[in-house]
């Protein structure tokens, strides 16, 4: 071996020892294949179809249809009665669990744990009125109304009283829920 630089035959009696993979195997990188504007516009319109599909689920499961325009007076009328029975439900449930007190006030879990039936009552008599209004999409558009609004508010009652809210923040809110319990009594009537 020299010092000096290698020559061609040096070079050429490298490649003579290299193994069968190396020789096969290119030093470069293939070049990708080059396309065509036309035939990427499937993709594109594929991504299009795709991003509008998304946003017409999204729509759909944000805003549920309450259109009963085409169900019948037997369908609106068992919708009816089966949203007020929910709400009454619900309603039962927020009373008694809003209303229990702590058989030992002097005991921290146990004011706690009357304070989580409260809390569960609101957040969880919420979502289930969400969920029926959701499965009776034939009940009359005002009652609908009126149980997404209530079933809101308790919801928001609930996360106040999570977060610790004061009364100058609930109080309001206790007062809508007042109205909406009056709207949907005469409505279920």
């Given at each position: 071996?020299?010092?000096?630089?290698?020559?061609?035959?040096?070079?050429?009696?490298?490649?003579?020892?290299?193994?069968?993979?190396e020789q096969s195997s290119p030093k470069e990188p293939l070049p990708l294949p080059h396309r065509s504007k036309a035939s990427q516009w499937p993709?594109?319109?594929?991504?299009?179809?795709?991003?509008?599909?998304?946003?017409?689920?999204?729509?759909?499961?944000?805003?549920?249809?309450?259109?009963?325009?085409s169900a019948t007076a037997q369908q609106r009328g068992d919708a009816k009665a089966n949203v007020c029975s929910a709400y009454a439900a619900v309603?039962?449930?927020?009373?008694?669990?809003?209303?229990?007190?702590?058989?030992?006030?002097?005991?921290?879990?146990?004011?706690?744990?009357?304070?989580?039936?409260?809390?569960?009552?609101?957040?969880?008599?919420?979502?289930?009125?969400?969920?029926?209004?959701?499965?009776?999409?034939?009940?009359?558009?005002?009652?609908?109304?009126?149980?997404?609004?209530?079933?809101?508010?308790?919801?928001?009652?609930?996360?106040?009283?999570?977060?610790?809210?004061?009364?100058?923040?609930?109080?309001?809110?206790?007062?809508?829920?007042?109205?909406?319990?009056?709207?949907?009594?005469?409505?279920?009537?």
């Amino acid at each position: 071996m020299s010092d000096g630089p290698l020559t061609k035959s040096a070079h050429a009696e490298s490649h003579k020892h290299s193994s069968p993979e190396e020789q096969s195997s290119p030093k470069e990188p293939l070049p990708l294949p080059h396309r065509s504007k036309a035939s990427q516009w499937p993709v594109y319109a594929a991504l299009a179809i795709a991003v509008i599909a998304a946003a017409l689920a999204a729509l759909a499961y944000f805003h549920p249809a309450h259109n009963n325009a085409s169900a019948t007076a037997q369908q609106r009328g068992d919708a009816k009665a089966n949203v007020c029975s929910a709400y009454a439900a619900v309603r039962k449930a927020v009373v008694i669990n809003t209303h229990l007190q702590s058989p030992n006030p002097h005991d921290p879990i146990a004011q706690l744990s009357v304070a989580t039936n409260a809390r569960l009552a609101l957040l969880g008599s919420g979502a289930y009125l969400h969920d029926r209004l959701a499965a009776n999409i034939a009940a009359p558009a005002d009652l609908a109304d009126a149980v997404n609004s209530i079933a809101n508010t308790i919801q928001q009652l609930g996360i106040n009283y999570l977060t610790r809210a004061t009364p100058d923040v609930q109080d309001p809110i206790r007062k809508d829920l007042n109205s909406e319990i009056t709207q949907i009594d005469k409505l279920c009537a």
